[in-house]
């Protein structure tokens, strides 16, 4: 890696020199404008909308929009009059608790790492962020322009990660979340055991980049003269929606199903109450051999009906 940024870290009579690196790179597929007969790439003229006339990158100014609508020109001697920092300070304005920075806020990263003569001081700050739990919320300049940052730790680095303005994030405004809508027990239950079902650790490996990688294998494919098969679309397995107390039953039972447990069968209206039938049995133990008898095809009956719900369902989708 290219160091981009090279400054010290601050922090109370504590100097740390350090070096600055992106911490991220975009892996975004990109495609190139070019002529569909020829393959030529397409080039843009810079041409001015009021005369049609293409201009050179020494009459080109900067524009400010406004609001309204308005269009203000501001010349270089404008723009020097700026407030910009060339400081090459990580200046630590204090140490704040994680959970008072919204993960929202957080933007760009950055790995800083220490000069040769400043490792003990680079760790003793690691290490006080690791021990009290705490990013330091910090100052620094950045391409002329001084941002708010955090130091947190990270694989034993200390990562510095630019936030975002305040006015930056936008307010969620939805008026269709104002209506108050009411939950049952049973949907609540549902869910909390749908939550558990699909609950695990974060892996990164287990998820990758499908589009890039079906981008790749069609230039690979153009490249080897073969022709390009697409790729196959995933099977539909779901159905229509009965209900959500349905619909969380069956999310269950395929995530139980996907990890190799047992799926219980339940009716739609009640996911939850197949161990009370059970019960009954068992204080019916007394009864009669016939009656015995008579109630087993009874409840293999309800069991048939409610398969043939499911299956229909499926069908509809």
């Known amino acids: 890696m290219r160091a981009m940024w090279k400054g010290a870290v601050s922090f109370g009579l ?8 992106s911490a991220t790179e975009n892996h975004d597929v990109q495609f190139r404008q070019v002529h569909r007969e020829d393959g030529g790439r397409i080039k843009y003229q810079r041409v001015c909308a009021i005369d049609g006339e293409q201009v050179s990158y020494d009459d080109i100014a900067k524009g400010y929009e406004t609001d309204d609508g308005q269009l203000v020109v501001l010349t270089d001697e404008d723009l020097a009059e700026l407030p910009i920092s060339t400081s ?14 919204d993960p929202m806020l957080l933007d760009k990263s950055y790995y800083l790492e220490p000069d040769k003569g400043a490792v003990k001081p680079y760790t003793l700050l690691r290490e006080a962020l690791q021990t009290t739990d705490r990013v330091a919320l910090v100052t620094v300049s950045l391409r002329t322009r001084s941002t708010v940052a955090v130091l947190r730790v990270h694989d ?8 975002l303005w305040p006015d930056e994030i936008r307010a969620a405004d939805f008026g269709v979340l104002d209506e108050a809508i009411e939950t049952s027990p049973a949907e609540l239950a549902m869910a909390g055991m749908l939550v558990e079902s699909l609950s695990g650790d974060y892996e990164p490996g287990d998820y990758t980049d499908d589009y890039e990688q079906a981008v790749k294998s069609v230039v690979q494919a153009k490249l080897d003269g073969h022709e390009v098969q697409p790729p196959p679309e995933p099977e539909d397995e779901g159905g229509e929606v009965l209900d959500l107390l349905a619909a969380l039953q069956q999310s269950v039972n ?26 009954k049995t068992s204080a019916t133990k007394k009864a009669p051999a016939k009656k015995s008898a008579t109630k087993a095809p009874t409840k293999k009956t309800s069991t048939t009906k409610a398969a043939p719900r499911k299956q229909s369902a499926k069908k509809a989708g």
Do not use: C, H, M, W
């Open 254 to 279: 395929r995530a139980k199903s996907a990890r190799g447990e047992p799926v219980e069968e339940a009716s739609a209206g009640k996911p939850a109450a197949k161990k009370a039938p059970t019960k």
């Open 156 to 163: 034993e680095v200390i990562v510095l990660q630019t936030l």
């Open 14 to 21: 504590v100097n740390v020199p350090v070096r600055l690196y």
């Open 88 to 101: 090459k300070e990580i200046a630590v304005d204090k140490f704040v608790p994680i959970d008072q920075i």
